[in-house]
C-alpha cells in the first residue's frame, strides 16, 4: 500500500507539472500561430514551404508516425468493413458476401422496440448526470484545495482522491457489491446500528442509476480536479494581490478572480465534454448491472452486447452501434465549434 501511495504520489506531481506546462505551452504557442498567420497575410511576405519540400526536410518524423498510422489503420479502420452488416439480416454461416441485403430495417427496429428506445434514454440521462456532477464537483474540490497553504496537507489530499484514477471498473465493481450488498458493509451498519432493512443498491432500479454516477464521480473526479488546479496555479498572482489592496476578501477573490480565469479551460472540458453524451460507460454498466435494473440501468453499449453477441442478432446490434457513432460524430463535430468560438480552442 505504501508502494502504491507512493507511486500515484509521483504521477500526481508528474501529471500536475505536465498539465501546468501543457496548458502554458498552449497559450505560448496559440500567440506563436496568430503571429506566423499575420506575417503571412501581410503582402512581401515569402510564401510557406511547398508540402514536398516539407516533407523532404523532415521525412524522419514522418516515418515516425508510419507505425501509429498503419495501427490505427488495421485495427480502427479495418474493422469498420464490417459496418455493411447494419444492412443485412447477417448470417455468421453465411457471411458478409452472402447474407440478404434489408436495407435501413434494423435501423427501423430501433426505433420499433421499447427496449432500445429504453436505453437511449437510458444513456443520455446517466450521461449527462455523470458530465454535470463530473464538472461542477472538480471545479469546487480544486478552489478548496488551492486555498490549503500546508503543501503536506495539499499534496496528501491530491494523492488519496486521486488514487481511484489507478483502479479498473472490474475491480471497483467488485469492492461496491462487496459494501453495497445485502450481507455487505453499509446494509450492516443500516441493519445493526439503525434497525433498518436493507436496501438492495445494485438491485433497485430507483436507486441503481445514482449508485452508478457518484461511483463514477468518486472514481474519476480525481483526475479532472488536477486540471483545474493546473489552471489555477498559472494565474497570475498580481490579479490577487491587486484584488487584496482594494479590500477583497478570500470569497471574493473566487469569486472575481479565480472563476474567470478557469471559464476558459472550464468551457472547453464542458464543450468538448459534449462528444460523450452518449457513452455512459459500459466498463462501470456491465460489471455492475443485472436483469433487475435492465429498466433504469441498460445503456446502449450494454444493449447492443446483448444483442448482438448473446442473442445473435448481429446485423441489429450493428445498426444500433453504428447509430450510436454517427450522433456521436455530429456532436463531437458541434462541441469542437463551440470550443473554438467560445474558448478559442482548437487542435488544427
Same mark, same amino acid.
Given at each position: 500500500?505504501?508502494?502504491?501511495?507512493?507511486?500515484?504520489?509521483?504521477?500526481?506531481?508528474?501529471?500536475?507539472?505536465?498539465?501546468?506546462?501543457?496548458?502554458?505551452?498552449?497559450?505560448?504557442?496559440?500567440?506563436?500561430?496568430?503571429?506566423?498567420?499575420?506575417?503571412?497575410?501581410? /503582402? #512581401?511576405?515569402?510564401? /510557406?514551404? /511547398?508540402?514536398?519540400?516539407?516533407?523532404?526536410?523532415?521525412?524522419?518524423?514522418?516515418?515516425?508516425?508510419? !507505425?501509429?498510422?498503419?495501427?490505427?489503420?488495421?485495427?480502427?479502420?479495418?474493422?469498420?468493413?464490417? $459496418?455493411?452488416?447494419?444492412?443485412?439480416?447477417?448470417?455468421?454461416?453465411?457471411?458478409?458476401?452472402?447474407?440478404?441485403?434489408?436495407?435501413?430495417?434494423?435501423?427501423?427496429?430501433?426505433?420499433?422496440?421499447?427496449?432500445?428506445?429504453?436505453?437511449?434514454?437510458?444513456?443520455?440521462?446517466?450521461?449527462?448526470?455523470?458530465?454535470?456532477?463530473?464538472?461542477?464537483? !472538480?471545479?469546487?474540490?480544486?478552489?478548496? $484545495?488551492?486555498?490549503?497553504? @500546508?503543501?503536506?496537507?495539499?499534496?496528501?489530499?491530491?494523492?488519496?482522491?486521486?488514487?481511484?484514477?489507478?483502479?479498473?471498473?472490474?475491480?471497483?465493481?467488485?469492492?461496491?457489491?462487496?459494501?453495497?450488498?445485502?450481507? #455487505?458493509?453499509? @446494509?450492516?451498519?443500516?441493519?445493526?446500528?439503525?434497525?433498518?432493512?436493507?436496501?438492495?443498491?445494485?438491485?433497485? !432500479?430507483?436507486?441503481?442509476?445514482?449508485?452508478?454516477?457518484?461511483?463514477?464521480?468518486?472514481?474519476?473526479?480525481?483526475? #479532472?480536479?488536477?486540471?483545474?488546479?493546473?489552471?489555477?496555479?498559472?494565474?497570475? !498572482?498580481?490579479?490577487?494581490?491587486?484584488?487584496?489592496?482594494?479590500?477583497?476578501?478570500?470569497?471574493?477573490?473566487? $469569486?472575481?478572480?479565480?472563476?474567470?480565469?478557469?471559464?476558459?479551460?472550464?468551457?472547453?472540458?464542458?464543450?468538448?465534454?459534449?462528444? @460523450?453524451?452518449?457513452?455512459?460507460?459500459?466498463?462501470?454498466?456491465?460489471?455492475?448491472?443485472?436483469?433487475?435494473?435492465?429498466?433504469?440501468?441498460?445503456?446502449?453499449?450494454?444493449?447492443?452486447?446483448?444483442?448482438? $453477441?448473446?442473442?445473435?442478432?448481429?446485423?441489429?446490434?450493428?445498426?444500433?452501434?453504428?447509430?450510436?457513432? #454517427?450522433?456521436?460524430?455530429?456532436?463531437?463535430?458541434?462541441?469542437?465549434?463551440?470550443?473554438?468560438?467560445?474558448?478559442?480552442?482548437?487542435?488544427?
Amino acid at each position: 500500500m505504501a508502494f502504491l501511495y507512493e507511486s500515484a504520489f509521483v504521477k500526481l506531481e508528474f501529471e500536475e507539472d505536465f498539465l501546468r506546462v501543457c496548458i502554458k505551452g498552449v497559450s505560448a504557442i496559440s500567440q506563436i500561430v496568430t503571429a506566423k498567420s499575420a506575417k503571412r497575410a501581410s /503582402p #512581401g511576405m515569402p510564401k /510557406p514551404t /511547398p508540402w514536398k519540400k516539407e516533407i523532404k526536410k523532415n521525412w524522419p518524423l514522418y516515418v515516425l508516425c508510419v !507505425p501509429a498510422f498503419l495501427f490505427v489503420c488495421i485495427f480502427s479502420y479495418g474493422p469498420m468493413a464490417g $459496418l455493411v452488416m447494419a444492412f443485412q439480416d447477417y448470417k455468421p454461416w453465411l457471411g458478409i458476401g452472402s447474407s440478404e441485403w434489408i436495407g435501413l430495417e434494423n435501423f427501423a427496429r430501433i426505433f420499433e422496440y421499447k427496449e432500445s428506445m429504453q436505453a437511449i434514454s437510458n444513456t443520455l440521462i446517466i450521461a449527462v448526470s455523470k458530465i454535470i456532477v463530473g464538472i461542477i464537483v !472538480p471545479i469546487v474540490m480544486a478552489i478548496l $484545495l488551492s486555498e490549503i497553504r @500546508n503543501i503536506g496537507v495539499k499534496k496528501s489530499v491530491q494523492t488519496l482522491v486521486y488514487l481511484p484514477h489507478f483502479l479498473s471498473w472490474v475491480t471497483v465493481a467488485g469492492m461496491m457489491i462487496d459494501i453495497l450488498g445485502l450481507d #455487505g458493509g453499509v @446494509n450492516h451498519v443500516l441493519t445493526q446500528v439503525f434497525g433498518m432493512k436493507p436496501i438492495f443498491f445494485l438491485g433497485d !432500479p430507483g436507486l441503481f442509476r445514482p449508485t452508478v454516477i457518484i461511483s463514477d464521480l468518486w472514481k474519476n473526479f480525481g483526475f #479532472g480536479m488536477i486540471v483545474y488546479l493546473a489552471t489555477i496555479t498559472g494565474i497570475d !498572482p498580481s490579479y490577487y494581490e491587486a484584488a487584496e489592496i482594494d479590500g477583497a476578501t478570500r470569497r471574493q477573490q473566487i $469569486l472575481h478572480v479565480t472563476l474567470p480565469c478557469m471559464m476558459p479551460m472550464i468551457i472547453v472540458i464542458a464543450t468538448l465534454s459534449l462528444g @460523450n453524451i452518449l457513452d455512459a460507460g459500459f466498463d462501470q454498466i456491465f460489471n455492475l448491472y443485472n436483469p433487475l435494473v435492465y429498466s433504469t440501468g441498460d445503456i446502449i453499449d450494454t444493449y447492443v452486447y446483448r444483442s448482438s $453477441l448473446l442473442n445473435g442478432q448481429y446485423g441489429f446490434g450493428t445498426a444500433v452501434g453504428l447509430f450510436k457513432s #454517427g450522433i456521436s460524430l455530429i456532436l463531437i463535430v458541434v462541441s469542437y465549434r463551440l470550443a473554438y468560438k467560445y474558448a478559442n480552442y482548437k487542435i488544427f
